[in-house]
């Protein structure tokens, strides 16, 4: 779970919290998972 937690927290995106609002941020954090979990 930890390594879950960094990984997403190399995306810039979600390590800064980009977006102030609420559901975009959630998107964000969405996309940068699924890119996660589809990367080879």
Not at 8 to 27: C, E, M, Q
Request: charged fraction near 25%.
């Amino acid at each position: 779970m930890e390594r879950t937690i960094l990984a997403l927290k190399n995306s810039r995106a979600v390590a800064t919290r980009f977006d102030k609002r609420t559901h975009i941020f959630h998107g964000t954090v969405t996309v940068a998972s699924i890119r996660l979990w589809l990367k080879p």
